[in-house]
């Protein structure tokens, strides 16, 4: 059996076990303040206003706002794609075009058309259980009405890549390219155009402080001083890394004890979703031990940990954090508004839908 095929097995174990150690969340957090100094959030549990009959989730995976102003969240439940709600949380409509393995998603505008991007990691679910099956993933570009535009070929399809294609996240270039992250397979990053042509490929497995483990996300920060910068976790690593566009390493974020995703900027901050942590914060990995993390967008030091210990620096070095308060079982992404509130998507969290934190003013 192939090194690939036991890490793929070890992965669906690690799912299974997971999920039957999972409990409900009390509802007696609802409303509970958490975080820390300047970001000190109110959390909302029933933000969501949706049917689970006409709208399940399996994971609310990620979350973006599109030009209207609705908070679009992509999930892996085979009856819908993605699910729309209004930013107080009433349910829209769904998108369903049995893409599957819903994982991450883009919106953005390119000629007055308004696109969304669907990031099928591989990973896909039947409706009901928790029985993952590994196989291809795939990149589909849609426009936010649902119209499908047209499917982006795998590496393997390519013939540049022998493994299972199993990408995580997608972010578009000021060039209006994209870059895809295929954080569960070849940990490689793919730039095509909007057109479907391969560019180029970079990243990847190193032996050099360029190394990428579990590249789970990927972003863009157009207004870095040094130019604008890729910013990708290696998640195994409890790290974010920076690129440039061309795939040249820039710098590193330390996120001891934490395994984040990817960064979301806005206005003076960063944000991230952590979907584990160990125990004291140097201890094993545990399970439903994730938080939210709120870093200075200069300094890249971490101002805020809803759900988690609070960020202490000693010699300039951020010491190892973990989760203090059940909030939160995994962490997947999130989503911030212009008003600064956070709406978090979990993975392997009961079939629950996104939670809001409101800014605590």
Same mark, same amino acid.
């Given at each position: 059996?192939?090194?690939?095929?036991?890490?793929?097995?070890?992965?669906?174990?690690?799912?299974?076990?997971?999920?039957?150690?999972?409990?409900?969340?009390?509802?007696?957090?609802?409303?509970?303040?958490?975080?820390?100094?300047?970001?000190?959030?109110?959390?909302?549990?029933?933000?969501?206003?949706?049917?689970?009959?006409?709208?399940?989730?399996?994971?609310?995976?990620?979350?973006?706002?599109?030009?209207?102003?609705?908070?679009?969240?992509?999930?892996?439940?085979?009856?819908?794609?993605?699910?729309?709600?209004?930013?107080?949380?009433?349910?829209?409509?769904?998108?369903?075009?049995?893409?599957?393995?819903?994982?991450?998603?883009?919106?953005?505008?390119?000629?007055?058309?308004?696109?969304?991007?669907?990031?099928?990691?591989?990973?896909?679910?039947?409706?009901?259980?928790?029985?993952?099956?590994?196989?291809?993933?795939?990149?589909?570009?849609?426009?936010?009405?649902?119209?499908?535009?047209?499917?982006?070929?795998?590496?393997?399809?390519?013939?540049?890549?022998?493994? $299972?294609?199993?990408?995580?996240?997608?972010?578009?270039?000021?060039?209006?390219?994209?870059?895809?992250?295929?954080?569960?397979?070849?940990?490689?990053?793919?730039?095509?155009?909007?057109?479907? $042509?391969?560019?180029?490929?970079?990243?990847?497995?190193?032996?050099?402080?360029?190394?990428?483990?579990?590249?789970?996300?990927?972003?863009?920060?157009?207004?870095?001083?040094?130019?604008?910068?890729?910013?990708?976790?290696?998640?195994?690593?409890?790290?974010?890394?920076?690129?440039?566009?061309?795939?040249?390493?820039?710098?590193?974020?330390?996120?001891?004890?934490?395994?984040?995703?990817?960064?979301?900027?806005?206005?003076?901050?960063?944000?991230?979703?952590?979907?584990?942590?160990?125990?004291?914060?140097?201890?094993?990995?545990?399970?439903?031990?994730?938080?939210?993390?709120?870093?200075?967008? $200069?300094?890249?030091?971490?101002?805020?940990?809803?759900?988690?210990?609070?960020?202490?620096?000693?010699?300039?070095?951020?010491?190892?954090?973990?989760?203090?308060?059940?909030?939160?079982?995994?962490?997947?992404?999130?989503?911030?508004?212009?008003?600064?509130?956070?709406?978090?998507?979990?993975?392997?969290?009961?079939?629950?839908?996104?939670?809001?934190?409101?800014?605590?003013?």
């Amino acid at each position: 059996m192939s090194t690939h095929v036991l890490r793929l097995l070890s992965a669906s174990f690690v799912l299974l076990a997971a999920h039957a150690t999972s409990q409900e969340t009390p509802a007696s957090l609802d409303g509970l303040a958490i975080g820390h100094g300047p970001a000190r959030y109110r959390v909302d549990m029933k933000w969501a206003k949706a049917d689970p009959s006409v709208a399940p989730v399996i994971n609310s995976h990620a979350l973006a706002e599109g030009r209207d102003g609705r908070i679009y969240l992509v999930t892996d439940h085979p009856q819908n794609d993605f699910i729309v709600f209004e930013k107080d949380g009433r349910y829209v409509r769904s998108i369903s075009k049995g893409l599957g393995g819903g994982h991450g998603l883009e919106i953005f505008e390119k000629d007055g058309v308004e696109y969304l991007l669907h990031i099928d990691c591989g990973w896909h679910f039947a409706a009901e259980g928790w029985n993952p099956k590994a196989g291809q993933g795939r990149v589909t570009l849609l426009t936010t009405a649902g119209d499908v535009v047209r499917k982006f070929p795998t590496p393997q399809e390519l013939g540049i890549n022998e493994g $299972k294609f199993m990408p995580c996240d997608a972010a578009y270039t000021p060039s209006g390219t994209l870059l895809i992250a295929d954080g569960y397979g070849s940990n490689f990053i793919y730039e095509f155009t909007l057109e479907g $042509k391969l560019i180029k490929k970079w990243g990847g497995p190193t032996k050099d402080a360029a190394n990428l483990s579990n590249a789970h996300g990927i972003s863009i920060d157009a207004t870095d001083p040094r130019g604008p910068l890729v910013w990708v976790p290696s998640r195994s690593q409890s790290q974010i890394k920076a690129f440039t566009l061309d795939g040249t390493y820039v710098d590193t974020i330390d996120l001891p004890g934490a395994f984040a995703g990817q960064l979301v900027f806005r206005d003076d901050k960063i944000y991230t979703a952590v979907c584990w942590s160990k125990e004291n914060g140097t201890g094993k990995k545990l399970n439903q031990s994730g938080f939210v993390l709120v870093l200075d967008r $200069k300094t890249k030091r971490v101002l805020s940990a809803p759900g988690g210990s609070q960020p202490i620096y000693t010699d300039g070095k951020l010491q190892p954090m973990h989760q203090t308060e059940s909030v939160f079982k995994h962490c997947h992404d999130l989503y911030v508004d212009s008003a600064g509130d956070i709406y978090v998507g979990e993975w392997n969290a009961e079939r629950r839908y996104p939670w809001k934190l409101s800014l605590v003013k």
